[in-house]
Nanobody, 115 residues
Framework: QVQLVESGGGLVQSGGSLTLSCQAS????????MGWYRQAPGKQRELVAT???????TYEDSLRGRFTIFRDNTKKMIFLQMDSLEPEDTAVYYC?????????WGQGTQVTVSS
């Protein structure tokens, strides 16, 4: 399994941008589908985006066009570029790795968007 550490969260005004980073450690990073999920207060954790080692991406439909996921396999990192942020994007954002049905999670990073 991999260990995951997120960074880059913070407070941003509505309409602003943030880029989240996730550093993975462990072996065989390319074997994992990586992703970002988020959990807002009082809500269930939801998918934001995923990316395979070859760069194939999926997005939650409502976030496509504002959020971009990308990865650097050499550095064992993934990123989430978030643009045109809205107060509804306020949540804890979690990095995820998945392989053979096994999930690993980071500790999460808080993103707060003020109106």
């Amino acid at each position: 399994q991999v260990q995951l550490v997120e960074s880059g969260g913070g407070l941003v005004q509505s309409g602003g941008s943030l880029t989240l980073s996730c550093q993975a450690s462990g072996s065989n990073f390319r074997a994992y589908v990586m992703g970002w999920y988020r959990q807002a207060p009082g809500k269930q954790r939801e998918l934001v985006a995923t990316i395979t080692a070859s760069g194939t991406t999926t997005y939650e439909d409502s976030l496509r066009g504002r959020f971009t996921i990308f990865r650097d396999n050499t550095k064992k990192m993934i990123f989430l570029q978030m643009d045109s942020l809205e107060p509804e994007d306020t949540a804890v954002y979690y990095c995820n790795s998945r392989r053979l049905g096994q999930d690993s999670w980071g500790q999460g990073t808080q993103v707060t968007v003020s109106s």
